[in-house]
């Protein structure tokens, strides 16, 4: 990908992100309680340092590339999730919603789609899988001991609340958004590697 076109792409995300993040934060409560807005934030900040990064001509390093790959497989499953269990997407009422649109639809687009077109994803192993595993398990335990600190019953997601789905619940769709953060990293390196294989034989 041209270097212009990359500018033009980081940038894009950077505004997009910021506006959704903003908006989110300037009109809604629990800000910082929703994995969606520290997803987000997450990968504002990685795409503000490709940004420097391209300024200064720099080289990517392997740990950063399992850190971008780990926000990869965290702002997908946020569309995702949000966008098949949480949201309605064929509501009016989710159009009209602009920060939201923008946090989880159109940044997710934009970040996964210059993920895959700059970055040489045959490169990132097991440590990338396990990154993109831990992120969301900070964001649990962040939940369960604000909750055990403050008293406060009020949780962001029906699959974290303890007062609606119990220990049991909550411990079962944290399991299985465990397994779908890893299958779509185990997904998305294997693809990357069957294309580096294919290229080599052509």
């Not at 995300?13 to 997803?39: D, Q, R």
């Not at 600190?149 to 220990?167: A, E, Q, S």
């Not at 299958?183 to 390196?189: E, K, P, R, S, T």
Request: proline share 4%; glycine share 6%; with cysteine.
């Amino acid at each position: 990908m041209k270097r212009v076109v990359r500018f033009i792409i980081v940038i894009l995300y950077i505004l997009v992100a910021s506006y959704g993040c903003y908006n989110a934060w300037k009109y809604g409560s629990h800000f910082f309680l929703y994995f969606t807005n520290l997803g987000n934030l997450y990968c504002l900040a990685l795409m503000i340092n490709e940004l420097v990064r391209l300024i200064r001509h720099k080289s990517i390093s392997l740990p950063l590339l399992q850190w971008e790959f780990a926000g990869l497989i965290t702002i997908i499953v946020i569309s995702v999730v949000y966008n098949l269990l949480l949201g309605d997407p064929t509501s009016p009422s989710y159009w009209a919603n602009k920060p939201s649109v923008c946090l989880h639809l159109i940044t997710p687009i934009l970040y996964t789609f210059y993920i895959l077109t700059t970055r040489p994803i045959r490169k990132v192993n097991v440590g990338g899988v396990q990154s993109s595993i831990l992120l969301p398990y900070l964001y649990v335990a962040f939940i369960y001991v604000r909750h055990f600190i403050t008293g406060d019953n009020w949780f962001p997601y029906f699959f974290l609340d303890l007062n609606r789905i119990g220990w049991s619940g909550a411990l079962c769709w944290i399991i299985g958004l465990t397994v779908i953060f890893a299958l779509i990293g185990i997904v998305f390196i294997y693809i990357g590697r069957r294309r580096t294989r294919t290229a080599r034989r052509l």
